[in-house]
């Protein structure tokens, strides 16, 4: 008896058939095979990708020595033919699905369901990852068969096929670990013959496998319902393992930030918690022993404040050693200064000076010696002294994140200067990477693998003793010493990481730094407004307005925070090293006119230099308060007398009644009543109200033509200093 079947009963009784394929193929039936000599940072990505999946993977090679070369080298990769074909010799069940691929430059993307359900669509035994480029044997070309679309030659990375027919794949190899792998499965393929005996075809489409070399501008990331694909644009496919072969390391990084789901839009980082090395519940004695490693290697503003917040850090000192490294003379007495008042808190501390005839690169390599060497040293934390460390938790959450090379982000205000590269140029430089300006600008938050970190690092001992263990990391004959130890540290496949999970601080511009005064952070209002005013403006100064700091002792007078007390100590200590005291006369060449009505014993801010950065405070810090509190006017704080006064009862005690040439005059007391000087203030002689304390940092603002005229009150002892401007509009 005959049976007719329409199109539409024969394409569902073959759409039943192909999924009783799959249910067999899901029952345990797919094993992936891969090769790791040992376990590095790109064979852990690997492998949480595999478990992400639930992929049953079984390792090859573990504990041996790698003989088969590498990308950098010539054609290797025998050892992973030696190792597949033995280990194929165990597997029995002739109809396992054996997957084989590379490991340490290797994501998956998607799951075995997806995989097996395209393996099967491929209706071959064995399919072979492709390329766009042949390799390692150009003559070969002329014997590649054409196919209808996509990539025509094969590659070794990724394959998969029956076990059956892997076996007779590999049963003709006799060669060496360091013989090529890709030539000899090439051969197979382009030998029509072994082909179709082995029942070989290609992934052409690059649905199941994604080689990058050849292809970096057909592979996107795609961002779908809280998981990241790697589309390939060119064919419309997403393929299931992500492969960063030869010269693509870096694009399988980048990759590999996100896919298959590291970090999504719905959830963010969702592997910033895995496989962390708590610090919390240890004693002090339990913390991990650091080397710290400080670098000066030029003039930086700020070096006291960095040795301030070095003590801030929240670890136990007696478990950090410093290794100070300073090639600037100007900062020695700071450095040796900071060394003669906290030496003993630390477990060691050992300094290296301007006069021991060390330079910049050897230095780095020492202090990693310095690490490297000490059996107990667990982690070296390199910090440039330009680096600005604003959270006292940084070294704890560096060392709780476990990664083999880890940087806090740090920034420069106002810039998308940060101290990671996101991505390289061809030669070698900086380039942006797409999400970059994200990850600064905190959009996208998280622990990212990049290729080059700089100013502050941590890195592990064991990555120094191991991957990282040549004497000289540091010196190359054509890139920066920073830049050749990423480079280092990319060729060994140690991952550098940078975190902006928390904010951690940032880094000072050492730009136009002079070193002829006595305080030359003073001058950096404009290099570095940041560190200059947590520096120089009073802490209470934010809170004036919110907190109704704002006293008005008299009529139209108001008195409020403005100075820090280091920065009164460092104007008077600045002034008194200039020494450079006008006598009191009324004659005066340093103004316009030459006559001075109401002298006093000054200097000029523009005789030191500082007239630039003093209009810069006086807009910064004055103009907002004078238009606060005298509504609907506004300053361009024009002032062409700014000065600091002394008054010593031997020299000038006093100031006689007067008006001031000025719409408002800016009063800042330097120095305190009772400590420094006795008597002093100010009296407005209409109001018949005087100030006879004046707080140090704390500013008078006062009308100064017409209504408020003022007299000096006398200083019967010490010496008193204060800031004056007279500003116009």
Known sequence: MCYSVTNAQLKQLLQLNFQSCLIQFEKGKLLVLTVATEETDGFRRFMRSARHFNY?????????????????????????????????????EEDKVILFTDSYDVVFASGPKELLK?????????????????????????????????????????????????????????????????????????????????????????????????????????????????????????????????PTKLQINYLGNYIPALWTF?????VCSEDLRPLTGLKETEYPLVVIGIFIQQPTPFVSVFFERLLKLKYPKNRLRLFIFNQEPHHENQVVSFVKDHETEYQGVK???????????????????????????????????????????????????????????????????????????????????????DIVQGRRVGIWNVPYVSHVYLVKASVLRDELSAEDLFHSETLDPDMSFCRHARDQGVFMHVTNLHTFGRVLSTENYQTKHLHNDLWQIFENPTDWAERYIHENYTRIMKDKLIETPCPDVYWFPIFSEV?????????????????????????????????????????????KEWHKFLLEYIAPITEKMYPGYYTRCTSYLNFVVRYKPDEQP?????????????????NSKGIDY????????????????????????????????????????????????????
């Open 678 to 729: 006795q008597g002093g203030g100010c009296r407005f002689l209409r109001y018949n109200c005087s100030i006879q304390a004046p707080r140090k940092g704390w500013a008078l603002m006062h009308p100064g033509r017409l209504t408020h005229y003022h007299e000096g009150l006398p200083t019967t002892g010490g010496v008193r200093y204060i800031a004056v401007s007279f500003v116009d509009p």
């Open 351 to 437: 300094m290296i000076g301007p006069d021991d005839g060390v330079d910049a690169i050897e230095s780095r390599n020492l202090g990693f010696a310095e690490c490297r060497e000490d059996i107990d040293c667990e982690y070296f934390f390199s910090v440039d002294i330009e680096v600005v460390l604003t959270n006292a938790d940084t070294l704890r959450i560096l060392i709780e994140l476990n990664k083999s090379l880890v940087a806090p982000m740090m920034t420069k205000p106002g810039k998308l200067w940060t101290n990671f590269w996101g991505a390289l140029s061809e030669d070698g430089y900086y380039a942006r990477s797409e999400d970059y300006v």
């Open 567 to 611: 920065a009164c100590t460092h104007l008077v200590e600045e002034m008194e090293h200039f020494g450079q005291w006008s006598g009191g006369a009324n004659v005066d060449k340093r103004i316009q006119g030459g006559y001075e009505n109401v002298p006093t014993i000054d200097i000029h801010m523009n005789q030191v230099g500082y007239e």
């Open 56 to 92: 049953t993977v079984k390792v090859l090679g573990k504990g041996e020595k790698w003989n088969g070369g590498g990308y950098m080298s010539p054609p290797g990769g025998g050892q992973k033919v030696r190792l597949l074909k033995a280990a194929l010799e165990e597997v029995t």
């Open 118 to 246: 395209k393996f099967q669509q491929a209706r071959h035994k064995v399919v072979f990852s492709s390329e766009t480029l042949i390799w390692p044997d150009r003559h070969l070309e002329d014997k590649h068969p054409y196919p209808r679309e996509g990539n025509r030659f094969l590659g070794s990375g990724g394959f998969m096929g029956y076990a059956a027919n892997l076996k007779e794949l590999v049963a003709d190899w006799k060669g060496k670990d360091n013989d090529s792998d890709q030539l000899f499965y090439t051969r197979v393929y382009i030998d029509p013959v072994k082909r179709k005996a082995v029942n070989i075809t290609l992934d052409n489409k690059c649905r199941l496998f994604q080689n990058l070399n050849g292809a970096l501008d057909e592979v996107v990331l795609k961002f779908e319902d809280g998981r990241v694909r790697a589309r390939n644009v060119l064919y419309d496919t997403l393929p299931v393992t992500i492969h960063g072969n030869g």
């Open 654 to 670: 006093l100031l006689k009644p007067h008006h001031d040439a000025s719409t408002f005059t800016i009063n800042i007391a330097l």
């Open 266 to 270: 719905e959830t963010g980082c969702t």
